[in-house]
């Protein structure tokens, strides 16, 4: 009998919020207000949405990150300087989206007109916050890990 890793539970889950995160980053500029009277063209033209777009690539290589992590620690080599450096990537990643949401929350005050912008911008105050707590427990968890592989080169 076959004994099924304990991680493909967890991979499974970092794969569907890719797919829910993508599946949202499509649907959404279509039913956003200021797009209801848009074609597709002027929807993913608008300058937020494509900002959106480039400013999410940091979280999809986190995730692919975590999902590397997750191989290595299949495969017996999560004591590794691969791991270190998938953590370290998702560290840099985490640190990076609330300078990109602060940029978005910027463009959508700088233009708003008329429009209520305090939702967006509490939404991406919460999502930054969320994401300097995930960079920090990153940061902690590679120095840990580092000094797991430091030790058990030192041993060899």
């Keep these: ?21 993508l599946a949202a980053m499509v649907r959404f500029p ?9 074609d597709l063209v002027s ?9 959106g777009y480039l400013a ?16 290595y620690l299949d495969s017996s080599d999560a004591l590794s300087s691969r791991a270190v450096h998938a953590v370290r990537n998702i560290k840099y990643c985490a640190f990076a989206m609330p300078v990109l949401i602060a940029g ?7 233009n708003a007109q008329g429009d209520d912008f305090a939702g ?3 939404l991406g105050i919460a999502t930054a916050l969320l994401s300097l ?18 030790a058990t080169s030192r041993l060899a």
């Design 56 to 71: 999410s690539i940091p979280f999809f290589v986190a995730l692919y990150q975590a999902f590397q992590l997750l191989g």
């Design 1 to 21: 009998m076959m004994q099924r890793s304990p991680t493909v539970f967890l991979r499974l889950v970092i794969v569907l919020i890719g797919a829910g995160a």
């Design 133 to 150: 707590v995930i960079a920090a427990v990153a940061a902690t968890f590679e120095r840990l890990l580092q000094r797991a592989v430091d």
């Design 43 to 51: 929807i993913y033209t608008d300058p937020l949405i494509i900002y």
């Design 30 to 38: 279509q039913t956003e207000g200021r797009a209801a009277n848009l």
């Design 104 to 110: 978005g929350g910027a463009f959508i005050v700088l």
């Design 120 to 122: 967006p911008v509490a």
